[in-house]
């Protein structure tokens, strides 16, 4: 029985499960290349592909989107294009959030709370922006969800919006929010409000008065407060020090609101989800502000990770079973051939995104085991791309399509922010650490294979990871198992050749989605001041053009 979930709003795509497995999922952006593409076609297409189905296979496709709820009977024109008529339903937003962690979490009892932007119902442009579910095996309860008819810049997620507008950092961009916020040096918060006030039930709303930067400035008219002027200078204090009071804010907040809910509801999991949960600097605060709590933080927390909460809502309304998907790697795109690595190496001219700068010709040889050549290249602090296997599900590079390097090289932060990613300098990168390894960097805080949080490390993580670790003592780790993956033996190999088992990881991306095919890869990789490209089996470098 196939189950398939699309998303049709931004970070739209699709998603497969195949008698309660997940078979396949992808996000239209890796296929589009065009980021948070809010199409859903390719991605369909991808899937069925993949597991060599049509439409006619597929018992149920589930559908959601963010604003006004789609029509009843809505299939996305597919019986117009295709001929074929699907069973369809609809799932609420901010309850597909809810499944995607779940499903993940391999949690059978708990508390989600979901907190975004904006999801489903309301009036206008108002949408519920906080919702918290209690699940219980197979059984879900709405327990706390924000008033769809209030104004959406109440909302928590909104607001860090806001002053990501105000700071100047466009749409999608609240992750710069975060890491300039380490930066702060203190603000006096006697003399500033309370953003957030926390209601009985728990909801969340802010003070704002209106969206954007317009709402940073009026409550600053309003409450007399010394914000300075919008989209300031990065490198100003003041910038910073505005970064660090709305991160605070939001991590009082949320705190807060956890607290409350835990009052009333006797579970010991809490689930965070909704594009609130990518800010892995709260989900640590959280996790070690509550003390006895096991706190999941859902891997694909914003819209991304709808297709796959859509899918677990079909399979669920079809079996009564929320499906389990945890303990896995994220990699759940297609698997590609030999005959395709091949073919994207022999047709490089076609690779190339018009108009960009090949900054040299390929050269490319076939290796026995990339893991061993990667480690030789980074402890020799070379910047490698490294390219196998299927593709992460989700916004984090985790060993399928990633840039790596040594975390102790010489300044490789500023070199790789500068000359590679072309991103701004306060950004941090985090690192790939054997899971055996960890508590040994760590004294306490929480970390998960999936890079969504951010503890605070020790003498030997300062040591050992380097410049990965950010200016607040901060790394967003990710621990790998044991397990017979390249990513996995390139650890080990790196741990025997420099005595530590960890790598400098990041996307691999240059200001577009992280690369998809053999043929996205070769493309950024010849656009860019990579040093090496491991694609599969075939070491990839430039030469002169």
């Not at 001219?349 to 050549?373: C, E, F, Q, W």
């Not at 050992?464 to 996995?488: F, K, M, N």
Request: glycine share 10%; aromatic share 8%; net charge negative.
């Amino acid at each position: 029985m196939y189950v398939l979930g699309i998303h049709i709003g931004h970070d739209g795509g699709a998603a497969l499960i195949k008698d309660g497995k997940l078979a396949v999922a992808i996000s239209e952006e890796r296929l589009s290349r065009k980021k948070h593409s809010n199409g859903w076609w390719l991605s369909v297409i991808y899937c069925l592909t993949s597991e060599k189905i049509s439409f006619n296979d597929i018992e149920l496709i589930v559908w959601s989107n963010c604003g006004p709820r789609l029509n009843k009977g809505y299939d996305g024109g597919i019986e117009m294009v295709t001929g074929v008529k699907c069973h369809t339903t609809c799932c609420d937003h901010h309850l597909s959030h809810a499944l995607a962690a779940v499903s993940l979490s391999g949690q059978n009892k708990g508390l989600v709370l979901v907190t975004d932007a904006g999801g489903n119902e309301g009036a206008g442009n108002n949408e519920v922006t906080e919702s918290a579910f209690i699940f219980d095996n197979n059984e879900f309860n709405l327990v706390m969800q924000s008033d769809p008819n209030r104004e959406r810049c109440k909302g928590l997620g909104t607001a860090y919006d806001a002053f990501s507008s105000f700071l100047g950092f466009g749409a999608e961009e609240s992750g710069k929010t975060m890491g300039l916020s380490a930066y702060g040096t203190g603000l006096d918060h006697n003399h500033y409000p309370d953003l957030f006030k926390i209601s009985a039930d728990g909801s969340i709303e802010s003070l704002l008065e209106d969206t954007d930067y317009w709402g940073v400035m009026k409550l600053s008219k309003k409450y007399n407060l010394n914000f300075g002027s919008p989209f300031p200078d990065s490198t100003s204090a003041a910038a910073a020090n505005l970064a660090q009071y709305i991160q605070v804010q939001l991590e009082g907040a949320t705190l807060r609101s956890i607290k409350t809910l835990l009052s009333k509801h006797d579970v010991s999991n809490v689930l965070l989800s909704g594009g609130v949960a990518l800010n892995c600097v709260s989900n640590n605060k959280l996790a070690e502000s509550l003390g006895g709590v096991n706190v999941f933080p859902c891997p694909p927390a914003s819209d991304c990770g709808l297709p796959l909460g859509n899918a677990v809502y079909g399979y669920w309304k079809l079996t009564g079973r929320i499906i389990d998907i945890s303990n896995s790697n994220m990699r759940f795109g297609r698997d590609y051939s030999e005959d395709e690595i091949k073919n994207a190496l022999k047709e490089l001219p076609d690779t190339l995104i018009p108009g960009s700068v090949m900054l040299g010709k390929l050269k490319y040889t076939r290796i026995d085991n990339p893991a061993h050549y990667a480690s030789d290249l980074i402890a020799s602090d070379h910047v490698i791309a490294w390219w196998q296997g299927k593709s992460e599900y989700g916004p984090r590079a985790l060993g399928g399509r990633s840039i790596l390097a040594n975390p102790r090289g010489d300044g490789i932060r500023n070199s790789i922010n500068n000359k590679v990613k072309k991103r701004e300098w306060f950004r941090p990168f985090g690192p790939a650490v054997r899971e055996e390894d960890v508590s040994t960097y760590l004294d306490s805080g929480l970390y998960t294979k999936y890079m969504t949080s951010a503890p605070k490390v020790n003498r030997n993580g300062v040591k050992a990871l380097g410049e990965c670790v950010h200016t607040d003592q901060t790394c967003r780790i990710q621990a790998v198992p044991e397990s017979s993956d390249p990513y996995a033996g390139l650890l080990d190999k790196l741990r025997k050749d420099t005595g530590y088992g960890c790598v400098l990881n990041t996307s691999f991306n240059i200001q577009e989605p992280i690369v998809e095919s053999p043929a996205d890869a070769i493309a950024t990789f010849l656009r860019s001041k990579i040093d090496y490209l491991i694609l599969g089996n075939y070491l990839c470098e430039r030469t002169q053009p």
